[in-house]
């Protein structure tokens, strides 16, 4: 899968949180967020609509890292987001990566993780649907 930072949009409430393109792993992209004040909920944690922030941001460069892949275009607009919230985000940096584990024509489906220093313990993860609407010209 290409690796063009470009795929990677992000909304202005991703860029407001402070999420940005980590670095591409396996042709997918990985999110990061710095543990910030806009960031923050309870005291040195993570708010949880922040991590769920993450996770959305991480799922459609994911998509849209697939699409480029395949020479697509979409407009991408949500169906359902369900968040689960495994551990409490602590004070530091938060990653996340997506997979699409369905593409149809008009809709996807997508996993995320999110974790901290280990991987394998994620905070959180999403399962994201997706549909996909023509690019209007």
Same mark, same amino acid.
């Given at each position: 899968?290409?690796?063009?930072?470009?795929?990677?949009?992000?909304?202005?409430?991703?860029?407001?949180?402070?999420?940005?393109?980590?670095?591409?792993?396996?042709?997918?992209?990985?999110?990061?967020?710095?543990?910030?004040?806009?960031?923050?909920?309870?005291?040195?944690?993570?708010?949880? !609509?922040?991590?769920?922030? $993450?996770?959305?941001?991480?799922?459609?460069?994911?998509?849209? *890292?697939?699409?480029?892949? @395949?020479? %697509?275009?979409?407009?991408?607009?949500?169906?359902?987001?369900?968040?689960?919230?495994?551990?409490?985000?602590?004070?530091?940096?938060?990653?996340?990566? !997506?997979?699409?584990?369905? $593409?149809?024509?008009?809709?996807?489906?997508?996993?995320?993780? *999110?974790?901290?220093?280990? @991987?394998? %313990?994620?905070?959180?993860?999403?399962?994201?649907?997706?549909?996909?609407?023509?690019?209007?010209?």
């Amino acid at each position: 899968m290409a690796e063009h930072p470009d795929i990677v949009l992000l909304t202005p409430y991703a860029r407001s949180l402070g999420i940005e393109l980590s670095e591409w792993e396996d042709g997918v992209p990985v999110m990061r967020v710095e543990f910030v004040e806009a960031v923050e909920g309870r005291p040195e944690h993570f708010h949880g !609509g922040a991590t769920g922030g $993450l996770l959305e941001t991480a799922g459609y460069a994911a998509l849209r *890292a697939e699409l480029a892949e @395949r020479g %697509r275009d979409a407009v991408l607009k949500p169906i359902n987001i369900t968040v689960q919230y495994l551990s409490a985000g602590k004070s530091q940096a938060s990653f996340a990566k !997506g997979r699409v584990t369905k $593409l149809g024509r008009r809709s996807a489906n997508l996993t995320v993780e *999110a974790w901290q220093d280990d @991987r394998t %313990r994620p905070i959180a993860t999403a399962v994201m649907n997706v549909f996909m609407g023509e690019p209007e010209d």
